[in-house]
């Protein structure tokens, strides 16, 4: 607990005045002093409180660090197995004297180590520990942490419905969405060819596990009155399901360029992975928490970071496809969104990236990759724009050897890379490219809007936007031509507009009423979407409804495949 406050107040910039200078050092300490008395007490050996020790050490582990770690991943495994010695799996234990307080703890540790299991395994692009019919264990009752429930409690107090939220309804949300993700993953992973009706059928799974997350916790109106810890979980919760989808229909993902029976997966996948990317803007820029306006970038973590590079790895895929088939020139589709829009998103996170490159080597390696994609993708648009006749000249006076849109040599091969300290992100800090407004200015002006007061200026996380004043108490006035993502709107009834309305005005090609931006409601009737979307004499493939799955899209790898992508050695899926 030590270890992790300490970790806290470097993560706010807020160190106590004895503390200041001291708290990296004494995180370190403590974390020292814990493994000694790990070991001192013989860890491998069953003891009351082992567990909970364990995992707190598990959590400060994965919050010291941006980058994922794999020794999160490795204690991760140690825990399950001690867990699972001490029969934290089983739901009774008639050898163990228990009392229900206990037993009701022990549920709430084991949906944790479980969810923990999937979520970090997933992100080291290794199986899970923890079968799948182990899943189906009992999860936490949703009670109140009050007198009735304690050591001396002779009963459980009644569950609460969903709806009530309680300290434990979190854990509770986030255990359902990581189960669902880790049974699609599981069935996903292991066929070879698997029906797209049964494609549909999981989707239709992952969106009533999503719906049946209470209210709270799902992403809508944002009001300064919301807390830090409410508005991290909303985004927490949204990313795993949207997450969820986009592994699951990633798969179909270059079929339907060509056969558009699956254009529901395209749509799926891609607006999903925009809405992940929106998330990340979202976080990086001051939004309503705690009665004032602030950042989350603070508390981003590695999970979050490796959630942005699966959706920017498949973004930049079908980016890719697109540059290479005839289908780039074909029509819009309803509720898909369009290649400037995509190109758009991962050029708004490479820069949120080179802004978090000093903190997380996965950053500073996302940014570099990521503005060659963009810079590719943006001469791609321009050499098709021409016409054939410039084209050709334009071949004639390139020296022989040489290719459109090369990347520098050894910027990328198959596997993991390091960047180069002078590439090309380095100096993009005094550059107004790091802008986040440039180009995507609203120009309105709304004297509701201005920035909340921090209680002292080390308090407020730094905003990615340098120029932007000092917030003002409880204003909310004064601020002109903001960009689109550094505060949320009121509407004309004083409540605050949701994501969709406010990314329809920052991006004017997009159709609001396609309602790609929220994949997350429960559709019941996705062939019958897919019909209505199918423009008239499309293309339709008359072959089985079974295709072997292409390896060449690594979502466990993200880095890998994006430095493929912009080495041109992937070759699109």
């Known amino acids: 607990m030590l270890r992790i406050a300490m970790l806290d107040y470097l993560r706010e910039g807020d160190e106590p005045l004895e503390y200041e200078g001291k708290c990296h050092d004494l995180a370190s300490t403590y974390r020292n002093r814990f493994t000694d008395c790990l070991i001192l007490a ?22 010291g660090s941006r980058d994922a770690r794999s020794s999160v991943w490795v204690l991760g495994g140690m825990i399950v197995r001690l867990a699972m010695r001490m029969g934290y799996h089983q739901e009774s234990q008639p050898s163990l004297p228990s009392t229900p307080f206990k037993t009701e703890m022990r549920r709430r540790a084991w949906a944790f180590i479980r969810q923990c299991d999937i979520l970090v395994s997933f992100q080291m692009g290794l199986p899970s520990m923890i079968s799948s019919r182990m899943l189906e264990a009992p999860l936490p009752r949703n009670i109140h942490d009050d007198d009735s429930f304690n050591e001396n409690s002779v009963t459980l107090p009644p569950a609460l419905p969903d709806s009530e939220p309680t300290q434990i309804s979190y854990l509770i949300a986030k255990t359902k969405l990581a189960f669902g993700f880790a049974r699609a993953l599981e069935e996903i992973t292991e066929a070879s060819t698997m029906p797209w009706e049964r494609i549909l059928e999981i989707d239709r799974e992952l969106r009533h596990i999503y719906d049946d997350v209470p209210d709270y916790y799902k992403i809508g109106h944002l009001s300064s009155d919301d807390s830090l810890v409410l508005v991290s979980c909303r985004f927490v919760l949204s990313s795993i399901h949207h997450k969820s989808l986009c592994v ?21 996948c891609l607006s999903s992975a925009m809405s992940i990317l929106r998330f990340q803007a ?40 697109s540059a290479t088939d005839n289908t780039a020139n074909q029509q819009p589709i309803n509720g898909v969104p369009t290649r400037s829009e995509m190109i758009k998103a991962l050029s708004l996170s490479a820069r949120i990236f080179a802004q978090m490159q000093d903190q997380s080597m996965e950053a500073y390696k996302a940014a570099d990759v990521l503005q060659m994609l963009v810079k590719k993708f943006e001469a791609e648009d321009q050499n098709s724009a021409r016409s054939p006749k410039e084209r050709q000249s334009a071949e004639i006076g390139r020296p022989t050897g040489t290719r459109p849109n090369a990347i520098r040599p050894g910027s990328g091969s198959s596997g993991r890379q390091t960047t180069h300290p002078g590439s090309s992100l380095r100096t993009t800090d005094k550059s107004p490219s790091m802008n986040f407004s440039s180009g995507l200015n609203l120009g309105f002006a709304d004297d509701r809007h201005t ?63 396609a309602n790609w931006m929220t994949p997350e409601q429960t559709d019941d009737s996705s062939q019958s979407i897919v019909e209505d979307r199918v423009p008239s004499g499309a293309p339709v493939s008359t072959e089985a409804n079974g295709f072997n799955y292409s390896a060449g899209l690594s979502l466990t790898d993200p880095m890998s495949s994006l430095w493929n992508f912009s080495s041109g050695t992937s070759g699109g899926f």
């Open 451 to 513: 920035q909340q007061p921090s209680r002292g200026p080390s308090r407020l996380s730094q905003s990615v936007h340098p120029e932007m004043s000092n917030p003002k108490k409880m204003g909310m006035e004064g601020i002109a031509n903001l960009d689109p993502l550094a505060s949320w709107p009121e509407s004309h009834d004083g409540s605050l507009v949701t994501q969709s309305s406010l990314l329809t005005q920052m991006f004017p090609d997009f159709d609001g009423s």
């Open 282 to 321: 979202i976080q990086n820029q001051d939004i309503p928490v705690d009665g004032r306006l602030r950042s989350l970038t603070n508390y981003q973590t590695s999970l979050a970071i490796h959630e942005y590079l699966l959706a920017a790895t498949i973004i930049t895929a079908d980016l890719s496809s």
């Open 248 to 268: 699951v229909h990633s798969r179909f993902l270059e079929i339907a360029r060509s056969d558009y029976r699956f254009i529901y997966s395209r749509r799926v």
């Open 42 to 63: 013989d860890y491998t050996h069953p003891q009351e409180s082992l567990i909970e020790a364990l995992i707190m050490h598990q959590y400060g582990e994965y919050v």
